[in-house]
């Protein structure tokens, strides 16, 4: 059986010249290699507006989420890359994610419960996180805190398991060769749909 890969770049500057939108292009190589259908949703090139109240929430999306709902659901294995702002994600990438669970498409309240039904059961996720700190001070000494609340706040929550994470620090000192050994080490990634 096919399986279907969701790739959700998460720079939020839409120009495709970044080392997210490299590495998902990488990503999605390795994955087509292994005869694996894939989308890409483009993150920074979406109008993601900011939910302000519970009726937000609960109301449908817009066309676009509506969309991208579409992608991660088709989807057995997310990658979802980013780039390390502030220690987390882009405030883009979070409202993506809040926008993404609207209408209970992560999770669903229920009445006989306080914990809500997690509706993306059955998919994996893989996180890959670019940053100019090294990858184990960020690991260590700030307890990757940003991407810990991804893998279990989010994700975890709504199902999603497991949540494998690639750290990748450094990246305002890597060169041509060690860019290239990068995006080749990713590509693999994606030929064993990891």
Same mark, same amino acid.
Not at 66 to 86: C, D, G, K, M, T
Not at 125 to 141: D, E, N, Q
Not at 180 to 191: D, P, V
């Given at each position: ?28 190589? =390795?994955?087509? &290699? ?20 519970? &009726? ?13 709902? &579409? ?26 994610? &809040? ?56 994700? =975890? ?38």
């Amino acid at each position: 059986m096919t399986r279907q890969i969701c790739i959700l770049q998460g720079h939020p500057h839409p120009t495709g010249k970044h080392l997210c939108h490299a590495i998902a292009e990488a990503y999605a190589q =390795g994955a087509h &290699e292994a005869n694996a259908n894939v989308s890409i949703v483009d993150i920074g090139a979406l109008d993601v507006p900011t939910l302000k109240n519970p &009726e937000d929430f609960a109301s449908a999306p817009p066309p676009q989420i509506v969309a991208a709902q &579409e992608a991660v659901s088709s989807a057995q294995h997310l990658v979802i890359i980013f780039p390390l702002w502030l220690g987390t994600m882009p405030a883009l990438v979070k409202s993506f994610f &809040e926008q993404l669970s609207r209408d209970g498409f992560a999770i669903k309240t229920q009445s006989d419960s306080q914990w809500p039904k997690q509706m993306l059961k059955g998919k994996s996720a893989r996180i890959i996180v670019t940053m100019g700190m090294p990858s184990f001070a960020y690991r260590w000494l700030f307890g990757a805190h940003g991407v810990r609340a991804l893998s279990k706040s989010i994700l =975890g929550m709504s199902g999603i398991k497991p949540v494998r994470k690639t750290l990748i620090g450094g990246v305002g000192a890597l060169n041509a060769s060690s860019s290239a050994k990068l995006l080749e080490r990713i590509k693999q990634l994606g030929q064993r749909l990891q």
